[in-house]
């Protein structure tokens, strides 16, 4: 596609339900990469897959989250047991060899 | 210490001044270094990449690199109230394929 696209953009969930949050890289781009942002934050570095591995899934905070990508395309990140503290907005990018990122425009959980 | 230090700002400047924005960090390793430019409720855009000491100019804006330092910057000159964002450094090491490490963001403030 022209960009990467995010779905959905807005999610709602309730404590301890499970949101799964997908990424559509541009096309031919065959490194994606996952951040989130909390509110005033910086951008927190989650996990980047090199084709359909990941070779860095250092920045995943625990064993609730998990991520994957098939075709070496479409990414899912898939969060358990949602807490309060997973609010924030996740950013997925994607790029081409070690260029600069293109980032999608997000999506914005709310854990209530 | 951070990997990827900024100053929070914000920074305020009259229009058609010059804006200067700073950035250092800590491995000697890295090797790229890229500007991002953040809006309000938007996702990060790539306004800049700089990969060897010295500047790099592309219209109205100037990346500097002093490895030496450990030291990166932008300069926007000619300030409109549209550069109003913040600004995000990032840095990549090798060996670490094209994952970016960002620093917290400089608030600038370009006032009309």
């Known amino acids: 596609g022209a960009g990467v696209s995010q779905s959905p953009s807005n999610k709602v969930t309730e404590k301890g339900k499970d949101v799964e949050l997908r990424c559509d890289p541009i096309s031919g781009h065959t490194a994606l990469y996952w951040y989130r942002q909390s509110l005033g934050q910086g951008l927190e570095f989650l996990i980047y897959f090199q084709g359909n591995s990941a070779p860095d899934k250092s920045g995943l905070p625990s064993d609730r989250f998990s991520a994957e990508r098939t075709g070496g395309s479409v990414s899912t990140l898939t969060i358990q047991r949602t807490q309060q503290e997973d609010s924030a907005v996740y950013l997925c990018?994607?790029?081409?060899?070690?260029?600069?990122?293109?980032f999608g425009s997000g999506t914005r959980l709310t854990v209530v | 210490q951070k990997e990827v230090e900024q100053n929070s700002g914000p920074l305020s400047v009259p229009e058609g001044a010059i804006a200067s924005l700073n950035c250092t960090y800590s491995?000697?390793?890295?090797?790229?270094f890229f500007w991002y430019r953040q809006y309000s409720g938007k996702s990060p855009e790539l306004i800049m990449s700089?990969?060897?000491?010295g500047d790099k100019e592309d219209g109205r804006f100037t990346a500097q690199l002093n490895k030496a330092s450990q030291y990166v910057s932008l300069l926007i000159r000619d300030s409109q109230p549209s550069d109003s964002a913040t600004y995000l450094c990032a840095v990549n090491r090798a060996n670490q394929g094209g994952k970016l490490i960002f620093g917290q963001g400089t608030e600038l403030s370009v006032k009309p």
């Open positions: 491995d000697r390793v890295s090797q790229s």
């Open positions: 700089i990969y060897s000491n």
């Open positions: 990018a994607s790029s081409l060899f070690q260029d600069g990122y293109t």
